[in-house]
């Protein structure tokens, strides 16, 4: 099993990303995908989800508006579009495959794979 993710970077306040994890060696399309970020000496936290379906995604509350979870099941792709970036999103991003229930979808624990991390740091 294999989750890489791309598209990191330094952008400026009010910049946007695209980050794209690809999967490989499980089942993608029965699989909630998410992105989950996290800072030094702090705990990895929750950013969006997306069901198999590809419904409407679910976000933190630091997410709504400004980014926008995608996928597409054939090339076994998750996206995480992040539009109006702040300072405060500066962290390492993982893309993570849970088949868990939505009560469970924020949870670390839930999660059965992961990437490795992509780095976004938004400064000027």
């Known amino acids: 099993v294999q989750l890489v993710e791309s598209g990191g970077g330094l952008v400026q306040p009010g910049g946007s990303l695209r980050l794209s994890c690809v999967a490989s060696?499980?089942?993608?399309?029965?699989?909630?995908m998410a992105w989950f970020r996290q800072v030094p000496e702090k705990e990895r936290e929750f950013v969006a989800a997306a069901r198999y379906t590809g419904d409407n995604g679910h976000y933190a509350d630091s997410a709504k508006g400004r980014f926008t979870i995608s996928r597409d099941n054939v090339k076994d792709i998750v996206y995480l579009q992040m539009n109006n970036l702040k300072p405060e999103d500066t962290a390492v991003y993982y893309c993570a495959a849970t088949r868990s229930v939505m009560s469970a979808w924020r949870s670390i624990t839930a999660y059965a794979y992961w990437g490795q991390g992509t780095q976004v740091t938004v400064s000027s």
């Open positions: 060696g499980f089942a993608f399309s029965t699989y909630t």
